[in-house]
Each structure stands twice: as structure tokens, then as C-alpha cells.
């Protein structure tokens, strides 16, 4: 199918473009920006009057639930959500059950994801065996069966020993670790930021040292190893000051934030709303703002959506019992579009922060509408509002602190490999 795109503003971050263009799709790639190849002709045209025309979003964190959670969601609802949010690739942690600690495993869920209609699917190997943190999986047979990268989830090494043999062995082959952190111990029992609001509330406390204390024990031995390290969700203000200082230092690190928390705070739990129960919990308006500066300034990497579907029972609870987690993927465009706006920084750099930026983390050909790249496109219209709700979502997990929020941002179309897959 030969697709046209026209009369859209195109954004294309990667190679520094905001302007007027039509977009050319042929044979599933970018066959021209701007002008019209020779002996093109369109077979369907999509006129994007009053819409942007960017890359297809790139997602670092997208829990699709299979194998084992089908209960909370589905691959065919997750990846309906997906298009419908303009996310093209996402990249899934192995916390499924059994975990992504088998190549088999890992070549099932790339085979059930191989659809049309579907996103590219990235999966995120086990670090260790079941997640136990005792045992190195074999990381060089997941990477050929399609892992991009090896990590625990939200699930921390205890043994630090174990976590410097991963780093060595991941280090030795050129594998990125991704990891989450947060000490065990120091976050035991807790559900809320250690602050005035989990007090007021009797919560218990997770303090911003849970994460500091075990970002420390990471960045050690990151410089010790020589393993590239992707940090995920950092979360405080103190955290992101330490990441900074390991950089200058030469430190291969990366790091994401998740969207929740570019605009939710501790005081956003309300009266114990379990939507807002997320992890790493939601710190205070300091460290809400911190991230948000770190993100506009490059100082964190790239933005994800950190989407999380659970099941109304599981959030129909008290707060402190509540699963943790956030459905994201059809929200991440208009929330990111909304930090964007109260920034008062160009579109362009929005767009970055959810395309090249994650792609060039993940080492994957996406994030960008350069002749001759896969057509993942999103279409979208900056000015059109969305009401977040129950029947709105797609994504078998309603359960988001947004919801019956006015966002701005609606998808019209998006493409992947040049075929249409919503809109």
C-alpha cells in the first residue's frame, strides 16, 4: 500500500524538522519527505490538516500482561491500547509469570506479537533466574532470542555480589542493565513518599534514601564493571543529582521517568485514592518539579508511560492494599504533550523525549521519519480534547489517577511499517 500523508505539520525530532510537509509511504518504509518520489502514487491518502505528523511513539516500560496476568489484560487489548495512544515499539519487562528468563518464553511472546495490527515488541530478559536474584540467566541465548536488553523489573538484586557477576557478564558482551532503584529494605512495608501526607494519612513510608541508597550501590558498580546502565523511573530530585554526578564522572547511564510522575504528587493520593498507589511512589511537589526540569533539560533521558494495567479488584481495596501500577499507553502523548505545555518548550523536544530519545536507549531502527526508515508514524491533533474514561480506554486496566481529566492530544492515525492500525 502506498499511503500520503498530507497537509500535516511534521515533527520529526531525529533530524531536527518542524515544518510543513507531506509524509510518502511505500513498501512499509518512509519513501519521501516533502516531495513526491518518482513514479509515486498513492493507492490511499490521509489528510492531516491541522495535525501533527511524527514518529510512532517508542515506549520503555509496557506491561502486556502475557503470559500469565490474561486475567488483567490481554496482548490483542494492550496492543489496541497501543495504537490507539500512537505507540509504534515498546518494550516490555520480564516480570510476566513465568518470567522472561527462558529463550523460549521470550520467542513465544515475539511470535504472538508478530501481527500486522500489532506494535514491535521489545522484550526486557531476566537479569536472574525467576527474578530470585540468585542466578545469572543465560543472557547470551535471550539475546538471540530477542531480548534487547536484561533487568528485574521493579524487583531489586539483594545480593550485590550476584548483581556485580550480571554486570560483569552483561558488561563482557555489550548487554544493557536496566534496573529499578529501590532498597528492599528500606522501602519494606511501605506504600506511600515518606512525607507529610503518608504521616497524615498513617501510611507507610518509602523515604527518597530507598532510592539514593541503592542508586549508589548501582553507579559503583556500573564504574566498576564498565556495564552500560539504564536506571528506570528515577524519582526524586536527589536521585537525578546523583545520576548527573555519575555521568560527569563517565559513567555509562541512562535514565527514564514516568509520566505519572511528571504531574502527580504525594497530595495527589487524596483521601487514599489506589489509583495514585504507584511505584516508585509519587514524592513530593520538589521532586515532581525536579523531574520535570531534568526531563526538558536532558538531564533524564526519555519518558514512558510505565503502563501497568491491573484489575478492578485489585484496586478496589484500601490504598495499602492496593496493586500498584497505572495503566499509561493511551495516555502517554496527551500527558506528555501537557508537560510540554506548561514548560513552555517546543513541540519538538516533546516529541523527543517519547521517540528518538527512548529508541536511541533501546538501540532499535525508530524515533525518526528519515527516507528510508519503517513507517511507524503517529498522526495527531494537538488542539482536540480527550476525556479520560472507563469506556474511553482501550486497555483492559482502567485504572489511572486521570481519570474524567480534559487532555489535549488526540490520536487520528497510526501506522506500522506503513500499514494503517488505527483511525
Known sequence: MNIRIKNGRLVDPANGADRRADVFIAQGRIAGVGECPAGFTA????DAAGCVVCPGLVDLSARLREPGFEYRATLESEMAAAAAGGVTSLACP???DPPLDEPGLVEMLKHRARLPEFAKVYPIGALTEKLEGKRLTEMAELAEAGCVAFGQANIPVVDTQVLQRAMQYASTFGFPVWLQA?????????????GEVASRLGLGGIPVVA???ALAGILHLAQATGA???????????GLEMVAAARAAGIQVTCDVAVHHLHLSEGDIGWFDPHARLDPPLRSLADRDALRQGLASGAIDALCSDHTPVDDDAKLVP?????SGAT???LLLPLTLRWAAEMELPLSTAIARVTCDPARILGIAAGTLSVGAPADVCVFDPAAQVTVSREHLRSQGKNTPFLGASLAGR?????VDGVPVFG
Open 43 to 46: 493507492t490511499r491518502t490521509l
Open 94 to 96: 520480564p516480570d510476566t
Open 182 to 194: 529501590q532498597d528492599p529494605y528500606l522501602a519494606r512495608n511501605g506504600v506511600a513518599h515518606d
Open 211 to 213: 532510592e539514593t541508597i
Open 228 to 238: 552500560r546502565v539504564h536506571l528506570t523511573r528515577i524519582s526524586s530530585a536527589a
Open 319 to 323: 490504598f495499602a492494599e492496593a496493586e
Open 328 to 330: 499509561g499507553l493511551e
Open 411 to 415: 490520536v487520528r492515525w497510526t501506522l
